[in-house]
């Protein structure tokens, strides 16, 4: 990393490594949430927490995605992203989600309560008990596309869909694709009804701060864990990609959106 920063120009030749400074800070600040871990962890008084720090109040939209947003009407949308780890259209169609049937394509567990799980329920128990899955191989299988596209196209709702191409084979007419998307103003839009998302950190921070409603549908590493918390604490409903089904989704999403607390 250190060579990569030099190599860039992005620091000064005498400034010292990355791990010097690790190791000699007086001062730790990470972009965290003591109420995200689980299990919690202890910190000594020089880490704080600033997790969220990054949030803020959301701009306008630009007017072509407004004029589409206010098109939904009183229905609203639902805005959908997996971030920036899976590029869903690059892979092969026979090898997305490997290992434990869709969790992921874990191969390990970091913070397990037991023995590595071989199972998908057993890696879903395993995040539902605080374990953090890794070794993951991300994607989006062709079969579980299908499934979101179909319902998808039965909401009432319009969906914003985090897409990495400019179009998808049978893409309903209620489903705009972007392949970026702002998405600090999309979640703070009047609008948006739902986020459905792979429950990363960033995101589930920023989720919280804008106070909408969450169905995860986890893929990778602390994701799991954050979004059977997000579950816990009643702000939203996870489903593991072993169960999606056309019926579990609708229901997963229709659920979450009724939820009047």
């Given at each position: ?202 995101s589930t921070m920023e989720s919280t701060y804008h ?51």
């Amino acid at each position: 990393m250190d060579d990569v920063c030099r190599s860039r120009g992005l620091c000064p030749d005498d400034m010292p490594s990355l791990v010097e400074m690790q190791f000699g800070a007086s001062l730790c600040i990470q972009n965290h949430v003591r109420t995200l871990d689980n299990p919690a962890r202890p910190f000594v008084p020089n880490v704080v927490s600033v997790g969220g720090i990054h949030c803020r109040p959301a701009q306008p939209l630009p007017q072509d995605l407004e004029e589409w947003v206010q098109g939904a009407g009183e229905d609203g949308f639902i805005f959908f992203s997996l971030g920036s780890a899976v590029v869903p259209s690059d892979m092969p169609e026979d090898v997305q989600w490997r290992h434990s049937h869709s969790i992921g394509g874990a191969g390990s567990v970091r913070h397990a309560p037991s023995s590595t799980p071989t199972e998908a329920k057993d890696w879903r128990f395993e995040a539902e008990r605080g374990g953090h899955l890794g070794e993951q191989r991300p994607g989006v299988d062709m079969k579980y596309r299908q499934v979101l596209v179909k319902v998808f196209g039965s909401l009432k709702q319009r969906v914003l869909w985090k897409w990495d191409q400019e179009d998808m084979p049978d893409l309903p007419p209620n489903v705009r694709l972007g392949k970026w998307l702002p998405q600090q103003d999309i979640l703070g839009h009047a609008s948006l009804r739902l986020f459905m998302t792979h429950g990363g950190q960033l995101s589930t921070m920023e989720s919280t701060y804008h106070g909408i409603p969450v169905l995860g549908l986890p893929v990778m590493g602390d994701q799991h864990t954050n979004m059977v918390q997000v579950a816990r604490e009643g702000w939203g409903k996870v489903i593991f990609w072993d169960q999606l089904s056309e019926e579990v989704l609708t229901e997963g999403i229709r659920s979450v959106m009724d939820d009047q607390r």
